[in-house]
């Protein structure tokens, strides 16, 4: 019964490579998100989709293209993997217009590029 | 440049005593605040929020106390128990920025927290 699941977990991928990485959540949320942490630990924002529409696109370089086939899933695509793309990407999901609805994340994919 | 600042890495505590953790922020424009705990491996969960119309909030052994005039926040947990060992996120939003700034949260660099039995 796991409301926000990403996959893989783990992500072990050489420099040029390109990867994804998939979110599905079963909690009905219009509003779904991509969180990065680096290596000094801040969780930032880097997409938000609501309803399958991009809403939220922070500076981030292109070979990042976000998919939201509907709106349980959204999906990362990584082009031309670099090292500085190595970190735990947090998938999120939260219900916007209904008060104050907390952000729910899933356990997050840690990217390592070598 | 850190909007939201968490200026301590690591807080120790005994079980039963009371854990404080503190949060400052710099962006006026924040109104909603949250904290979020983390274990390892695992994503943050949503602990407590609190509005900017508010200075207190509680739920069980967790209050949020904001003081706006000094764009500080804290979170006190009383009594402490060893399974509230995790790392604790403070984060804020400008909710009046409108629905679509929703989510898009200001995270701190989190504090560990360890509860000793």
């Known amino acids: 019964d796991t409301a926000v699941s990403q996959t893989p977990k783990y992500l072990v991928t050489q420099m040029g490579n390109d990867k994804s990485i998939k979110c599905e959540q079963n909690?009905?949320?219009?509003?779904m998100y991509w969180y990065k942490q680096d290596s000094k630990k801040f969780l930032k924002i880097m997409f938000s989709?609501?309803?399958?529409?991009?809403?939220i696109n922070e500076t981030v370089p292109n070979r990042f293209s976000p998919k939201s086939p509907d709106k349980a899933h959204l999906n990362l695509h990584i082009n031309s993997l670099e090292l500085g793309d190595s970190a735990v990407y947090f998938c999120?999901?939260?219900?916007?217009?209904?008060?104050?609805?907390?952000?729910?994340f899933g356990n997050g994919t840690r990217l390592t590029v070598t | 440049d850190q909007q939201v600042k968490q200026n301590s890495p690591s807080l120790s505590v005994q079980e039963g005593r009371i854990s404080i953790l503190n949060c400052d922020y710099t962006?006026?424009?924040?109104?909603?605040f949250l904290w979020y705990k983390k274990y390892p491996a695992e994503g943050p969960t949503f602990l407590i929020s609190?509005?900017?119309?508010?200075d207190k909030n509680e739920d069980g052994r967790f209050t949020v106390f904001l003081n706006k005039s000094a764009k500080h926040l804290s979170l006190h947990i009383v009594p402490s128990q060893p399974g509230d060992s995790a790392v604790y996120f403070c984060?804020?939003?400008?909710?009046?920025?409108?629905?679509?700034?929703?989510?898009?949260?200001?995270f701190g660099q989190g504090t560990i927290l360890t509860v000793h039995p």
């Open positions: 909690l009905g949320h219009d509003t």
């Open positions: 989709y609501n309803n399958k529409e991009l809403i």
């Open positions: 962006n006026s424009m924040f109104d909603y």
């Open positions: 999120a999901s939260s219900q916007v217009g209904q008060g104050n609805s907390p952000l729910h």
């Open positions: 984060a804020a939003s400008d909710l009046s920025a409108g629905g679509t700034s929703y989510g898009k949260l200001t």
């Open positions: 609190i509005s900017s119309i508010k």
